[in-house]
C-alpha cells in the first residue's frame, strides 16, 4: 500500500486526495491542513461577505471534513507541517490543539501549500484601526462580524480582490476609500480598462487614491506616503499574494523563475515522488511558452486533479494555461485570456491588436450593452493570440469563445466565419467575436499588401 501525504487541504490539495482515492482506493493518504476549514471556495468569499443571508458560509464549502473522513481519506485539520525530510520519506507535524508534534513517513508526497499575502509593513500605534486580510473562511468570519458596524473603511489594495471588496462594502453602506501603489488601477491591462474601472469607483462613491500607499495607522486613522490622513474604523489588506513555498525551498525543491514550485506536464516535482499544484506551482503558458504563476482555483483543481490521477499510478498531464481571469466591481465585468499585445512582441510574434465595441445582444433588445474588446493576432499566421474585454453584459461569453479559440490555434478568419448561435434576445446577427474575427482578418490583410 502506497502512503501518500499531502500537505495542504483546499483546491489543489483536496481535488488530488478525492481523484487519487477514487481511482486506488488501496491509497493510503493522509492530509495536513493547519486551517480548520477544508475545500471551500475562497473566490466567493466576497460574495458570502456581500449577502451572507443568500450565500451562507455553508455554500462555500464543497465537502467537509467528515464527508472526506469517510471516504477513507486520513485528513487532519488544525495540522502544520513544519519540515519534510525527502531522504528518510518523512514529514515533521505539529497539532496546532494540543501542541504535540508527530511524524508521518510518505512513500509519495504532494505539496498544496498555495499562496500567503503579501506582507504590508504599518507602522502601528495606539488606537489603530483593525486590519484584515481576506485568505481563509476565519477571515471571512472576521470580516462578516465587523463589517455590520462598520462606517469607513479603507482597501489597501486595487486587484481583483480589493475591487470587489469595494463593491461589498458599499452595498453595507460602508464609506470606502481605496488606495493602490501603482499610478493607475489594473496595470496589467490595457488602461482603457482600467480607465472604466475607475469610473466605476467614482459612480458608485469610493474614494479611489492611486500612487500612494498606506504606511502607518493609529487612533482610528491610518496615514499614507504622502502625508495624507484617513479616518477609518478598519482596513482591508488585499495587496497581493505570493507563492508559499518556504517548507518547498527548506526540503530541497527547485523554484522556478516566478518564484513558484518547479513542475512538469505531470506536476512533479525536482524531487522523484513529489508533486505540487495549485498556488505553489507554476504553470506552462499555453501560447507564449514561458513559465507563469496564476493563482487560481480553477487552475488548482486542475492541476489537483492531474495530481490525483498520477499518485493513483495514471499518467495525466497539465497542458498549461491561458491566464483566462474574470472578475466584476459594481456594474461592469473585465476578463482577459492569452496574450496581451506587449506580451505577444515579447514572445517573438508578429502581433497586432484590434479595439473596437460592439453590442452584447441586438441593439434594440433590453440588456443590450457594448462591449468594449481589444483583440491581439498574429499578422503572418493570423492565429488568435489573446483579449480584454469589458462590459456589463455578456463578457464571460466572449472571453469564452475566445480562450477557446485560443486553445485551438483558430485565426482570426475562424473567428468571423464561427457558427454561433444567434437570436436577438442573446446576441446581436453578427457577434462580437464575429466582429473582431472580421476586423482582425483585415489589419492581418492590410499588412501583408
Known amino acids: 500500500m502506497s502512503r501518500v501525504v499531502i500537505i495542504g487541504g483546499v483546491a489543489a490539495g483536496m481535488k488530488a486526495a478525492a481523484v487519487g482515492k477514487r481511482r486506488?482506493?488501496?491509497?493510503?493518504?493522509?492530509?495536513?491542513?493547519?486551517?480548520?476549514?477544508?475545500?471551500?471556495?475562497?473566490?466567493?468569499?466576497?460574495y458570502h461577505l456581500a449577502d451572507p443571508v443568500a450565500i451562507t458560509r455553508q455554500k462555500l464549502v464543497a465537502r467537509t471534513v467528515d464527508r472526506f473522513r469517510a471516504d477513507g481519506i486520513d485528513l487532519r485539520v488544525r495540522h502544520r507541517v513544519e519540515a519534510v525530510d525527502l531522504e528518510r520519506r518523512q514529514v515533521s507535524v505539529k497539532d496546532l490543539d494540543n501542541g504535540s508534534n508527530i511524524?508521518?513517513?510518505?512513500?509519495?508526497?504532494?505539496?498544496?501549500?498555495?499562496?500567503?499575502?503579501?506582507?504590508?509593513?504599518?507602522?502601528?500605534?495606539?488606537?489603530?484601526?483593525?486590519?484584515?486580510?481576506?485568505?481563509?473562511?476565519?477571515?471571512a468570519d472576521a470580516i462578516c462580524k465587523w463589517i455590520e458596524k462598520a462606517r469607513r473603511v479603507v482597501i489597501v489594495g486595487g486587484g481583483y480582490i480589493g475591487l470587489?471588496?469595494?463593491?461589498?462594502?458599499?452595498?453595507?453602506?460602508?464609506h470606502t476609500?481605496?488606495?493602490?501603489?501603482?499610478?493607475?488601477?489594473?496595470?496589467?491591462?490595457?488602461?482603457?480598462?482600467?480607465?472604466?474601472?475607475?469610473?466605476?469607483?467614482?459612480?458608485?462613491?469610493?474614494?479611489?487614491?492611486?500612487?500612494?500607499?498606506?504606511?502607518?495607522?493609529?487612533?482610528?486613522?491610518?496615514?499614507?506616503?504622502?502625508?495624507t490622513a484617513l479616518?477609518?474604523?478598519?482596513?482591508?489588506?488585499?495587496?497581493?499574494?505570493r507563492p508559499n513555498v518556504e517548507l518547498a525551498l527548506s526540503a530541497g525543491l527547485k523554484l522556478g523563475t516566478t518564484g513558484a514550485i518547479t513542475v512538469d506536464h505531470g506536476m512533479?516535482?525536482?524531487?522523484?515522488?513529489?508533486?505540487?499544484?495549485?498556488?505553489?506551482?507554476?504553470?506552462?503558458?499555453?501560447?507564449?511558452?514561458?513559465?507563469?504563476?496564476?493563482?487560481?482555483?480553477?487552475?488548482?483543481?486542475?492541476?489537483?486533479?492531474?495530481?490525483?490521477?498520477?499518485?493513483?499510478?495514471?499518467?495525466?498531464?497539465?497542458?498549461?494555461?491561458?491566464?483566462?481571469?474574470?472578475?466584476?466591481?459594481?456594474?461592469?465585468?473585465?476578463?482577459?485570456?492569452?496574450?496581451?499585445?506587449?506580451?505577444?512582441?515579447?514572445?517573438?510574434?508578429?502581433?497586432?491588436?484590434?479595439?473596437?465595441?460592439a453590442p452584447s445582444r441586438a441593439r434594440y433588445m433590453?440588456?443590450?450593452?457594448?462591449?468594449?474588446?481589444?483583440?491581439?493576432?498574429?499578422?503572418?499566421?493570423?492565429?488568435?493570440?489573446?483579449?480584454?474585454?469589458?462590459?456589463s453584459d455578456a463578457v464571460d461569453k466572449f472571453v469564452d469563445v475566445i480562450a477557446t479559440a485560443v486553445w485551438g490555434s483558430l485565426t482570426v478568419g475562424d473567428l468571423a466565419d464561427l457558427d454561433l448561435a444567434y437570436a436577438p434576445p442573446f446576441s446581436p446577427l453578427i457577434a462580437p467575436v464575429q466582429v473582431g474575427g472580421e476586423l482582425a482578418r483585415k489589419r492581418c490583410m492590410d499588412s501583408t499588401t
Open 24 to 46: 486506488n482506493p488501496e491509497l493510503d493518504i493522509c492530509v495536513f491542513q493547519d486551517e480548520p476549514d477544508v475545500s471551500y471556495s475562497a473566490c466567493g468569499m466576497p
Open 103 to 139: 511524524i508521518q513517513p510518505f512513500d509519495q508526497l504532494m505539496f498544496a501549500t498555495g499562496a500567503r499575502a503579501i506582507a504590508t509593513k504599518l507602522d502601528l500605534g495606539p488606537g489603530a484601526p483593525a486590519m484584515f486580510q481576506l485568505r481563509s473562511l476565519r477571515d
Open 164 to 174: 470587489e471588496m469595494a463593491e461589498t462594502c458599499r452595498q453595507h453602506g460602508v
Open 177 to 227: 476609500t481605496l488606495v493602490e501603489m501603482a499610478p493607475r488601477l489594473l496595470p496589467g491591462f490595457q488602461p482603457w480598462i482600467g480607465d472604466k474601472v475607475t469610473e466605476q469607483l467614482e459612480q458608485h462613491q469610493v474614494d479611489l487614491l492611486p500612487g500612494r500607499q498606506v504606511i502607518a495607522a493609529e487612533a482610528g486613522r491610518v496615514f499614507l506616503d504622502d502625508g
Open 231 to 241: 479616518e477609518c474604523d478598519g482596513v482591508l489588506l488585499c495587496t497581493g499574494v
Open 268 to 357: 512533479r516535482t525536482s524531487a522523484a515522488g513529489v508533486f505540487a499544484a495549485g498556488d505553489c506551482s507554476e504553470a506552462s503558458h499555453l501560447v507564449g511558452g514561458t513559465p507563469v504563476w496564476y493563482p487560481l482555483g480553477d487552475v488548482a483543481s486542475r492541476q489537483g486533479r492531474v495530481v490525483g490521477t498520477n499518485l493513483a499510478g495514471g499518467e495525466a498531464r497539465f497542458p498549461g494555461v491561458l491566464g483566462t481571469a474574470i472578475f466584476r466591481t459594481f456594474d461592469i465585468t473585465v476578463a482577459r485570456t492569452g496574450l496581451s499585445y506587449t506580451q505577444a512582441k515579447a514572445a517573438g510574434f508578429e502581433a497586432i491588436d484590434v479595439q473596437f465595441e
Open 366 to 391: 433590453p440588456g443590450s450593452q457594448p462591449l468594449e474588446v481589444t483583440l491581439v493576432a498574429d499578422r503572418i499566421t493570423g492565429r488568435v493570440l489573446g483579449a480584454e474585454v469589458a462590459s
